[in-house]
Every structure is written in structure tokens, then in C-alpha cells.
């Protein structure tokens, strides 16, 4: 057992809603059950791998083939990108989707609340080389709320004394049935990138199916989608603050078959709805402030 993993255990012995554990690759992942839902998260990239409030079945899609591994982002779950989304706006040498999901994180906190949900939080801070890839002092932290509905708060504050540009997003890859009975209801009329056909301005007429490769960038918009999972018979509610940029994707046969952590049927089981500050939808921070990326998800009747 690492000496990280045997602290972890002393400093939160006190509360039973937590089980620390190390993949075999030594990853340290945080098992949380309460009366209301469970949860595991990995302190590498503080990434939510499972949520399944009770009664209910998972709700984030996970790859069987996801890898954890140092250096790797994990295929599934809800990675944090930041402080950038996808490739770098000028310099495509840079990690795609930012450094933040590639990253250790330290558990700064977590209780227990009098409502049954366990919050914990989860910090990033500068190191010199993070800071060869993103020039500046920040302290990131990603507030995780375990209850019925699942409650992520990215909050970026910029510990630098000049501004900085942040981007980001939290990609939630989502479970469903089967994607050939699934829609998406929330972006009707909204215009859209997208990155499959390389086309821009396209407007949004309904709700989205999906029976081939999906890769939209949504604008200017802040409501939430509503995922119908026909084939489970149930909703997933997808809500969000801070974020005017919806991301939809599903990569479809081709792409999942060229990806080594997904399934080559995985696309049947899962779409990304994210969260996503990018373009004119990222923020300029002056020194000491902050910006806040929040994600609800929960399962509706
Ligand atoms: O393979 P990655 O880096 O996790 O990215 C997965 C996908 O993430 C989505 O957010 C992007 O819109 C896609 O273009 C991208 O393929």
C-alpha cells in the first residue's frame, strides 16, 4: 500500500461513506456509498468513474477497456478538461482537452451532510510543469456531491497576478440502453458547430438521434438536456451553470474502433453531453478571481 492510500485511510477513518483503494497500477480510487447513492471517483484527473443513485442502475458510462494508467485520461465517467477544450487554440503540440484529467489530485475534504450526501473536494494547484504548459499560478478544485442527483462545481481561481484565459468542460459520458432509442431534448433551435462535417452555423430542428458519428459544438446555450433512454425507461436530467456551450458526442463505429480504451460496441451504450467553456465562452480571470463550472445530474421518472 502506498503511504498516500494509509493517510487517506487515518484522516477520514471517521467516516464510514468512504473506502480508499489503489488500482493495480497504484491509483488511488475513493469508493462513497450513502443512504442515497454511490460513487467511486479516481484521484487521477479527480475523475467520477461510476454514479448510481439507489434503485437505480449506473448512470455514467464507463469503457471496459478505460485504462489507469499515470498520464492517460480515463475512458468514461465525467474527465475534468481544463483549462482548455479539445485542441489547443494555437498550439496543437498541447495536450488535447488541457493537462487537468492527466493529473494527481489531492483530496482536500470531504463530509458527510446532514441530508445523507457526501461532498468532497478535490484540488489541483500549479507545479512548474504545469506551468510550462499553461503559464499560471491557479488553484482548481472540483467539488463532487454524492446524493440522488450527482453535483460537480469546477471552480478555477486564478492565483496569478496577471488575468489568465480558461476554458474547460466536464465530459460526461452518459449510459443508455441502446443509442438507437435514445434522444436528446434541450437544444431545439440552438446553432451549432459541427465537427464531423466541418460545417458552422447549423441549427438545431428538435431533438437529437443519433445513428451515426456525433460531434457538436452547441452555442449560446445555458439549459439543461434532458436524455430519453428509451430502452432503460428512464430520463437523465443534465443541468448546468457557467457554461453557455453544450458538447455532444458520440463516436460512432469508425472512431470507437480506432480508440484502444473503447469497446468497439461501446457507441450503442453511451453519449457525452458536456459542459463546455470554449471560444467566446471561455473567461478571462483577473488576479483572484474565479469562475464556476457546475453539472447536476440526476435520473427523472
Ligand atoms: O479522445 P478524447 O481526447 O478524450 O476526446 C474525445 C472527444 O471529446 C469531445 O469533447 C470532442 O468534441 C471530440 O472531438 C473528441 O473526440
Not at 487515518?10 to 473506502?19: K, R, S, V
Amino acid at each position: 500500500m502506498t503511504s498516500q492510500l494509509i493517510q487517506l485511510q487515518a484522516d477520514y477513518q471517521h467516516l464510514p461513506q468512504l473506502e480508499f483503494s489503489a488500482t493495480n497500477s497504484g491509483l488511488i480510487m475513493i469508493a462513497v456509498r450513502n443512504e442515497l447513492a454511490q460513487a467511486s471517483i479516481c484521484l487521477h484527473g479527480a475523475h467520477v468513474c461510476s454514479f448510481q443513485p439507489q434503485q437505480q442502475r449506473p448512470v455514467l458510462w464507463l469503457s471496459s477497456q478505460a485504462q489507469f494508467t499515470e498520464g492517460k485520461a480515463i475512458r468514461g465517467g465525467v474527465p475534468v478538461c481544463w483549462p482548455w477544450f479539445g485542441p489547443h487554440p494555437t498550439d496543437s503540440n498541447l495536450p488535447q482537452h488541457g493537462f487537468a484529467r492527466n493529473q494527481n489530485w489531492q483530496l482536500e475534504n470531504a463530509t458527510q451532510l446532514p441530508s445523507g450526501a457526501t461532498e468532497l473536494t478535490f484540488v489541483l494547484t500549479d507545479t512548474p510543469a504545469s506551468r510550462e504548459l499553461w503559464p499560471h499560478a491557479f488553484k482548481l478544485a472540483l467539488k463532487v456531491t454524492v446524493a440522488t442527483e450527482l453535483t460537480l462545481e469546477l471552480i478555477t481561481t486564478n492565483c496569478d497576478d496577471v488575468p489568465a484565459t480558461v476554458g474547460g468542460a466536464l465530459h460526461s459520458y452518459f449510459a443508455v440502453g441502446n443509442i438507437a432509442q435514445t434522444r436528446i431534448e434541450g437544444l431545439d433551435q440552438v446553432v451549432y458547430d459541427d465537427k464531423v462535417s466541418h460545417q458552422d452555423d447549423l441549427i438545431q430542428r428538435g431533438d437529437i438521434l443519433i445513428d451515426e458519428e456525433v460531434d457538436r459544438v452547441y452555442r449560446e446555450t445555458t439549459g439543461r438536456c434532458l436524455i430519453h433512454d428509451d430502452a432503460s425507461t428512464r430520463k437523465i436530467s443534465v443541468a448546468k451553470q457557467g457554461s453557455s456551450t453544450t458538447v455532444v458526442w458520440n463516436p460512432w463505429t469508425d472512431k470507437a474502433a480506432a480508440m484502444a480504451d473503447f469497446e468497439d460496441d461501446g457507441y450503442h451504450h453511451m453519449v457525452c453531453i458536456e459542459a463546455v467553456n470554449s471560444g467566446d465562452d471561455c473567461h478571462t480571470l483577473q488576479p483572484g478571481a474565479s469562475h464556476r463550472l457546475i453539472q447536476v445530474i440526476n435520473v427523472v421518472e
